[in-house]
């Protein structure tokens, strides 16, 4: 069963913050995001592991709420770089090695 | 260094024919991974490579669809018969070591598009 992803799209000016949600019913052992362009490969942004770790970029902010199974994204001082569609993808905390991804988020910057 | 390349970039053919794609992870990297997304959606699991086995084709859609990674490394997904449905962007991603909280790192994709 795939996450789900709220909200579908948004739209930000320049240095506006934005905040991307991902919510499962299965218990998850760790949550990856990703950024994907128009055409171009899926880029890696972070991942949250159950326990609190988290591997990424520097400028990426996430949380992960294992007692709710919800994860968000944080985007702050939002660039015209940050444009694209986020999705997460949730691996399960039993067995499963498959990553199951969401709709997707498609987050577009203005100047 | 360089990162997971797939070839060929795009695909046209038509209905009933054979394809291969292939994919070259990332040097060193023990897993791979297969994915197919389709417009509009994320990317949906196919199949996972640990070294030269399959440790999980759950995610083929039929037996139309095949994979193989014969030494470790390279892996072709291949299609018979295919059908205007199989129509997406066929993605590969490779990790280190296939662990729960190593990073996938994706290719480019091979867009297949089956008239």
């Known amino acids: 069963q795939q996450p789900v992803q709220s909200p579908q799209a948004v739209i930000l000016r320049e240095g506006e913050d934005a905040v991307i949600n991902c919510s499962s019913s299965k218990a998850l052992y760790s949550v990856h995001w990703y950024r994907q362009k128009h055409g171009e490969a899926p880029v890696f942004l972070m991942i949250l592991l159950k326990g609190g770790e988290q591997k990424g970029h520097e400028k990426i902010s996430a949380s992960f709420n294992e007692k709710k199974q919800q994860s968000s994204l944080y985007l702050t001082a939002s660039q015209l770089s940050y444009s694209g569609t986020y999705f997460c993808?949730?691996?399960?905390?039993?067995?499963?090695?498959?990553?199951?991804f969401g709709k997707g988020t498609k987050l577009s910057v203005i100047p | 260094g360089a990162g997971v390349s797939q070839t060929p970039s795009n695909k046209v053919t038509e209905k009933g024919k054979y394809v291969e794609l292939r994919c070259d992870p990332i040097s060193g990297h023990t897993a791979l991974y297969w994915y197919r997304q389709s417009l509009g959606q994320g990317p949906e699991f196919l199949i996972y490579?640990?070294?030269?086995?399959?440790?999980?084709d759950s995610g083929l859609p039929n037996d139309r669809f095949f994979a193989v990674r014969p030494e470790g490394s390279v892996s072709t997904l291949k299609i018979q018969r295919t059908e205007r449905g199989d129509s997406a962007v066929y993605l590969c991603a490779s990790s280190r070591t296939g662990g729960k909280a190593d990073t996938q790192y994706f290719g480019p994709g091979t867009r297949l598009t089956v008239l």
């Open positions: 490579f640990q070294g030269t086995g399959a440790a999980d």
């Open positions: 993808g949730a691996l399960p905390g039993a067995g499963s090695y498959q990553l199951t």
